[in-house]
């Protein structure tokens, strides 16, 4: 339904800034009116467009059962709960900010110290960067941010703020790595244009990519804005996922090594990824800058995290046992899961960008392309949904400057399902082979089809712009998909 009376309401409220309008969000109506089960529907859409950790539930779901007072929701724990459920301002327990100091300390190897009293709450990761974008922009100024990134930034940080975010080119040829001049470049052509560049975003480990900067980039990068005197905000909420080397470097790491102003530099954090629970909205801001811990305590009543939460995983993250078993176990996970999904990829010759952490593989297509463009990319991308029925994610959805990538997210499902979406990449990749060599002019780009060979492999019934589910009855895509 369109907002027919749109003049009756905001100019926020009526714009498209939010980022939903994509025809990305078509991969999520097709997965949500045919859902993958592997026994009550298992030709259905399985959804590989969530980046959700669901590897190691069971390992906090032991720890919940072994430690009910932890918990006010339980007869042993029942005593704390007029002491929690009563109102709470806006520093946040003190035992949870100390144990969440703790605990990105403990997944950042130990090598730093956090305070807790820099620790900003906020409703995830998706509040904590909207937060800071308030306290470090004006509307109409710009942050720079490395291209591909994480689709939902132009909601977090853009849409309520006014914000501008400007891309900074990433290219294939160096595995899509910042440079220093693509950097100046994206900030000489904003001067020209007369934006206002006040700082540079990254996500480190990187969101679509799943790869993390080493020490030079970032050393560089902190020179880069400490010159300019703009701002680095450092997105780390995938610091607990790296599954093999090279280790993670936090930005908190690299300004004890570099001489730079530190009220310049902000990390964002969450518990989404990391301990796999964006259901609980825990977020984190973690500034250098007085003003801003200041600023952001009390923005921050827009986005608590609730006392119940706070109060079971001040216990949780305090149990120093569970959490060093837990991060041990959670990243050997993902790397067993990540190494069999890209070997599995590898066996019909779809190799995938090289990383080593995230939810998720950046999957390189550019081979299965009809033609190298966007429209080609959407072609395939409508194949695989509608006839493959994998619901992955195009690379344009992540402004990627170059055709042919898809990021297929690899931790929210369990080993059977991961062995039918493989079983079906495989079907889909050896009946083009098998088209190929059959008809050696290629004419399977104009013929393809798994499931009806009257098909027309360019012509799928899914017509983006019109099937996006922008209803604001239903619920959003963008809840879910953006993760
Ligand atoms: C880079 C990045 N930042 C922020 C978020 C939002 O996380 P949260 O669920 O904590 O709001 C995500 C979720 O996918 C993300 O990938």
Known sequence: MEFKNGHLLSKLATNDLHGENSPYFDGWKAYDNNPFHPTQNSNGVIQMGLAENQLSFDLVEDWIKKNPRASICTSEGVNAFKDIAIFQD????????????????????????????????????????????????????????????????????????????????????????????????????????????????????????????????????????????????????????????????????????????????????????????????????????????????KMSSFGLVSSQTQHLLASMLADEEFIKTFLTESSKRLGKRHKSFTSGLEEVGIKCLKSNAGLFCWMDLRPLLKEPTFEGEMTLWRVIINDVKLNVSPGSSFHCDEPGWFRVCIANMDDETMEIALRRIRMFVGKIKDLDSQVQNKRWHRNLTLSSPSRIYCETSLSPRMTSPHSPIPRSPLVRTRT
């Open 90 to 297: 806006y520093h946040g327990l003190t035992e949870f900010r100390k144990a969440v100091a703790s605990f990105m300390g403990k997944v950042r190897g130990g090598r730093v110290i956090f305070d807790p009293d820099r620790i900003v709450m906020a409703g995830g990761a998706t509040g904590a960067n909207e937060l800071l974008m308030f306290c470090l922009a004006d509307p109409g100024d710009a942050f720079l941010v490395p291209s591909p990134y994480y689709p939902a930034f132009d909601r977090d940080l853009s849409w309520r703020t006014g914000v501008k975010l400007l891309p900074i080119a990433g290219e294939s040829s160096n595995n899509f790595q910042i440079t220093i001049q693509a950097l100046e470049e994206a900030y000489e052509n904003a001067q020209k244009a007369n934006i206002k560049v006040k700082g540079l975003i990254i996500a480190n480990p990187s969101n679509p990519l799943g790869t993390t900067m080493d020490r030079d980039t970032l050393r560089s990068l902190v020179t880069f804005i400490n010159e300019r005197e703009i701002h680095l905000v450092c997105d780390e909420i995938y610091a607990a996922t790296i599954f093999r080397a090279p280790n993670f470097v936090s930005i908190s790491e690299i300004i004890e090594e570099v001489e730079c102003n530190r009220d310049l530099i902000h990390i964002v954090y969450s518990l989404s990824k990391d301990m796999g629970i964006p259901g609980l909205r825990v977020g984190t801001v973690y500034s250098y800058n007085d003003a801003v811990v200041n600023c952001g305590r």
